[in-house]
């Protein structure tokens, strides 16, 4: 029962390797000759660029000549930084001596690395550009400012759960002069009474800052007139006057994150005066309002407007200017959002009469609804009017495609329904299926017009003070529209006759 024999067919794999190569690649007769002996240094190092990890490490055990090129050309390096890596750190910076971004781990449960090992650290691999610190809890305002004085071409930092503080931040800050981005979250040294981050952060473009308890100290930072992404979640205290320091129309942000965050009006309103901004995150459940003008950039969508929907459950009124809404996005809200009375939709080539089928489905408290420039038709019309029972208001402009028919159908279906197409006789508001002979007009006249008593005691109507002149354009303009009222019910009366 033991192992079968090899049978003489079955030579190794390396030997089969070798009679695959054609001759003039193989000058050698014996079969451990390395293959990758003639490859360039640069080229193998572009080789093990697509391996994992793990391969990467057991490659680099196969030769010492793989173990060098491996060592030589690995950039990137994270290390679990526990208090016992401090004897084997000269070793590994010996070995991987090109490192330019480097990741520091520890958990909760174990002493990280000091001032000592960082010192150290830094010293060996003072190219770093890209530096990220967990749980790193040894490491005080004195080891920052040794790594700062280091690492001068330092462009990205993110620290988390770390208890250094402001003076450890303003040495990275006062050294590390090309830095660019900056995260910090949960740091314990940024407390009630920490100190104000001095205005160094000359080149900054992206600064991140979560669950810290007097993030207002970064203020300075928050105003670089180079920042262009800033993320606050979860911060505690008013933001207002820091957001504030950005609301003077020269900010350079394009993207702003607010989240778990306390900002009323002060706040926000500074915000809509960054002229650059082009994405804005925040959540507000309990928002009632919301007017979207997109009009030139046409970057928001379906991703945003469902965010909309999973979010501002409240959301009473709705207005997007520009806006590309498709059946999903608009099938969300108005599936989500219960208590919508107000929907206007301008410019969006994306809202058809499908689209408009889903909104009279849905939007059962909708009152009042305006559509503008969209490529809808009268059947997308037709199907708001008999769906949305609550519709008190509908306004159509520069919707190409809809005809004047429609109209006469709004009147016979919904009379109460208040509507305003172009081409409308009347400039004020009409009431379709009105059958008060014209009183409707005459109602909003007497709201306009108020009696004027003259010198000689006689009272006369004017409009706006304009005397006899003003009350006679008003007596045309009721004239005509009572005419083309007449002209109209005549012709309705006619039609039926004849039918």
Same mark, same amino acid.
């Given at each position: 029962?033991?192992?079968?024999?090899?049978?003489?067919?079955?030579?190794?794999?390396?030997?089969?390797?070798?009679?695959?190569?054609?001759?003039?690649?193989?000058?050698?007769?014996?079969?451990?000759?390395?293959?990758?002996?003639?490859?360039?240094?640069?080229?193998?190092?572009?080789?093990?660029?697509?391996?994992?990890?793990?391969?990467?490490?057991?490659?680099?055990?196969?030769?010492?000549?793989?173990?060098?090129?491996?060592?030589?050309?690995?950039?990137?390096?994270?290390?679990?930084?526990?208090?016992?890596?401090?004897?084997?750190?000269?070793?590994?910076?010996?070995?991987?001596?090109?490192?330019?971004?480097?990741?520091?781990?520890?958990?909760?449960?174990?002493?990280?690395?000091?001032?000592?090992?960082?010192?150290?650290?830094?010293?060996?691999?003072?190219?770093?550009?890209?530096?990220?610190?967990?749980?790193?809890?040894?490491?005080?305002?004195?080891?920052?400012?040794?790594?700062?004085?280091?690492?001068?071409?330092?462009?990205?930092?993110?620290?988390?759960?770390?208890?250094?503080?402001?003076?450890?931040?303003?040495?990275?800050?006062?050294?590390?002069?090309?830095?660019?981005?900056?995260?910090?979250?949960?740091?314990?040294?940024?407390?009630?009474?920490?100190?104000?981050?001095?205005?160094?952060?000359?080149?900054?473009?992206?600064?991140?800052?979560?669950?810290?308890?007097?993030?207002?100290?970064?203020?300075?930072?928050?105003?670089?007139?180079?920042?262009?992404?800033?993320?606050?979640?979860?911060?505690?205290?008013?933001?207002?006057?820091?957001?504030?320091?950005?609301?003077?129309?020269?900010?350079?942000?394009?993207?702003?994150?607010?989240?778990?965050?306390?900002?009323?009006?002060?706040?926000?309103?500074?915000?809509?005066?960054?002229?650059?901004?082009?994405?804005?995150?925040?959540?507000?459940?309990?928002?009632?309002?919301?007017?979207?003008?997109?009009?030139?950039?046409?970057?928001?969508?379906?991703?945003? @407007?469902? $965010?909309? #929907?999973?979010? +501002?459950?409240? %959301?009473?009124? =709705?207005? *997007?200017? !520009?806006?590309? &809404?498709?059946?999903?996005? @608009?099938? $969300?809200? #108005?599936?989500? +959002?219960?208590? %919508?009375?107000? =929907?206007? *939709?301008? !410019?969006?080539? &994306?809202?058809?009469?499908?689209?408009? $089928?889903?909104?009279?489905?849905?939007?059962?408290?909708?009152?009042?609804?305006?559509?503008?420039?969209?490529?809808?038709?009268?059947?997308?019309?037709?199907?708001?009017?008999?769906?949305?029972?609550?519709?008190?208001?509908?306004?159509?402009?520069?919707?190409?495609?809809?005809?004047?028919?429609?109209?006469?159908?709004?009147?016979?279906?919904?009379?109460?329904?208040?509507?305003?197409?172009?081409?409308?006789?009347?400039?004020?508001?009409?009431?379709?299926?009105?059958?008060?002979?014209?009183?409707?007009?005459?109602?909003?006249?007497?709201?306009?017009?108020?009696?004027?008593?003259?010198?000689?005691?006689?009272?006369?109507?004017?409009?706006?003070?304009?005397?006899?002149?003003?009350?006679?354009?008003?007596?045309?303009?009721?004239?005509?529209?009572?005419?083309?009222?007449?002209?109209?019910?005549?012709?309705?009366?006619?039609?039926?006759?004849?039918?």
């Amino acid at each position: 029962m033991g192992q079968a024999p090899s049978s003489p067919a079955d030579s190794s794999t390396r030997d089969t390797a070798l009679w695959l190569w054609p001759p003039e690649f193989l000058d050698c007769d014996s079969t451990d000759y390395d293959l990758t002996a003639d490859l360039p240094d640069d080229c193998l190092a572009h080789i093990f660029q697509f391996l994992t990890a793990g391969d990467r490490k057991r490659f680099s055990l196969v030769s010492k000549r793989w173990l060098l090129i491996d060592g030589q050309n690995r950039h990137r390096l994270s290390l679990a930084a526990k208090a016992e890596i401090l004897p084997f750190l000269p070793s590994i910076f010996t070995r991987f001596d090109s490192v330019t971004k480097l990741a520091l781990r520890c958990d909760r449960n174990s002493f990280s690395i000091s001032d000592e090992g960082f010192a150290m650290v830094s010293a060996r691999c003072s190219n770093l550009t890209r530096v990220k610190l967990r749980g790193c809890r040894e490491i005080t305002d004195l080891g920052m400012e040794s790594f700062a004085r280091n690492c001068k071409s330092l462009k990205k930092l993110s620290c988390g759960s770390c208890d250094f503080g402001a003076r450890g931040l303003n040495a990275v800050l006062e050294h590390c002069k090309v830095l660019e981005e900056l995260s910090v979250k949960s740091i314990r040294g940024i407390h009630e009474t920490a100190e104000a981050l001095a205005p160094l952060f000359a080149f900054a473009r992206y600064i991140c800052l979560k669950e810290l308890v007097n993030g207002q100290v970064f203020e300075s930072l928050v105003a670089s007139r180079t920042l262009k992404k800033l993320r606050i979640i979860c911060c505690l205290g008013n933001w207002d006057k820091v957001l504030q320091v950005n609301g003077d129309g020269n900010s350079s942000l394009t993207e702003i994150h607010l989240e778990r965050l306390q900002v009323s009006d002060f706040g926000l309103s500074a915000i809509s005066k960054c002229r650059m901004l082009e994405t804005l995150h925040i959540r507000c459940g309990l928002l009632r309002k919301l007017h979207i003008d997109g009009w030139r950039t046409k970057r928001i969508g379906d991703e945003g @407007l469902m $965010a909309l #929907a999973k979010h +501002c459950l409240l %959301l009473q009124e =709705l207005v *997007l200017i !520009g806006v590309d &809404a498709t059946h999903a996005s @608009l099938s $969300a809200i #108005a599936s989500n +959002c219960k208590k %919508l009375e107000r =929907l206007d *939709l301008c !410019g969006s080539s &994306a809202i058809g009469d499908a689209e408009m $089928a889903c909104i009279a489905e849905k939007c059962v408290a909708l009152r009042k609804f305006c559509i503008k420039g969209c490529p809808i038709s009268d059947v997308g019309i037709k199907a708001l009017a008999l769906g949305c029972p609550n519709l008190v208001k509908l306004k159509v402009k520069k919707c190409i495609v809809v005809t004047g028919d429609v109209r006469e159908w709004l009147r016979e279906r919904r009379r109460t329904l208040v509507v305003s197409m172009d081409g409308d006789e009347t400039k004020g508001p009409a009431v379709i299926g009105s059958e008060d002979g014209g009183r409707g007009l005459e109602t909003v006249v007497e709201e306009v017009l108020t009696p004027v008593a003259d010198g000689g005691g006689d009272t006369e109507i004017a409009a706006g003070g304009g005397g006899r002149l003003a009350m006679l354009k008003t007596k045309l303009l009721a004239s005509k529209n009572f005419v083309a009222f007449t002209l109209r019910r005549w012709l309705q009366s006619e039609a039926t006759g004849s039918t």
